[in-house]
């Protein structure tokens, strides 16, 4: 079965400093591994997604993330946070190698503070 | 395109009482989910679909049921709400598995559902 562990409930940033939430996953099998983000009242939206190959994926609004199977991990970065960027974040491994059934984290609420 | 609609937004049920929750994607997806969200616990998968006619249990299945009789709708019922039930429950659609570049699932905008 696989799980996903998100390090901090809340992460707060200025504009301007480097955003980091942290995903550690278990999986029996290569994994897919996803990152979403939910503005308040609506749906989850994907900001990238690593299946195979390359190991750093772009996403959209400048975050990345870099899968490191060594550690486990599955880390999302932005380099320079933006006001826009407060949201909640969630890190989902799939079931199966499916992208339709997805075990997510508890998800990280970003703060960004002027 | 409409992408996922989900109605209603909000319901308040008693409990004990039944209802469906209404899901339609009009992208002809194959693959639907619905996934609930609890304060602290991320989403669930509680059923999915990846045909009409073929459904299967997710993590959390019980209390409900779904059937996928066309590829646009996939309701989620629940035939005799409880409290436990109360969250947001999200209906999900994509149009692979999710290994090539452009598949991905789409979510809708959800329901709010409180069981007193």
């Known amino acids: 079965a696989q799980s996903v562990t998100q390090l901090g409930s809340h992460v707060s940033v200025s504009e301007g400093a480097l955003v980091l939430l942290r995903c550690n996953y278990s999986?029996?099998?290569?994994?897919?591994l996803f990152w979403y983000v939910q503005y308040p009242n609506q749906g989850l939206q994907l900001l990238l997604k690593?299946?195979?190959?390359?190991?750093l994926v772009k996403g959209i609004n400048g975050f990345e993330a870099e899968f490191k199977k060594s550690e486990t991990s599955f880390h999302l970065t932005k380099p320079s946070a933006h006001m826009s960027d407060a949201a909640e974040y969630f890190c989902?491994?799939?079931?199966?190698?499916?992208?339709?059934?997805?075990?997510f984290g508890k998800g990280t609420l970003l703060t960004v503070n002027p | 395109n409409a992408g996922v609609t989900q109605t209603p937004k909000f319901q308040v049920l008693k409990t004990g009482q039944s209802m469906t929750l209404q899901c339609a994607q009009d992208m002809n997806h194959e693959y639907m989910s619905w996934y609930r969200q609890d304060p602290g616990m991320g989403l669930r998968l509680i059923h999915y679909?990846?045909?009409?006619?073929?459904?299967d249990q997710g993590e959390v299945p019980n209390g409900y049921n779904v059937s996928r009789s066309t590829t646009e709708d996939f309701p989620l019922r629940l035939l005799s709400a409880a409290p436990s039930q109360t969250s947001v429950y999200f209906c999900?659609?994509?149009?692979?598995?999710?290994?090539?570049?452009?598949?991905?699932?789409?979510f809708g905008s959800g329901t709010q559902l409180s069981v007193l």
């Open positions: 989902a491994v799939s079931r199966g190698g499916s992208n339709y059934k997805l075990t």
């Open positions: 999900a659609s994509s149009t692979g598995t999710g290994g090539l570049a452009n598949e991905k699932l789409f």
């Open positions: 690593y299946t195979t190959g390359a190991t």
């Open positions: 999986s029996s099998v290569p994994p897919y």
């Open positions: 679909s990846v045909g009409a006619g073929i459904t």
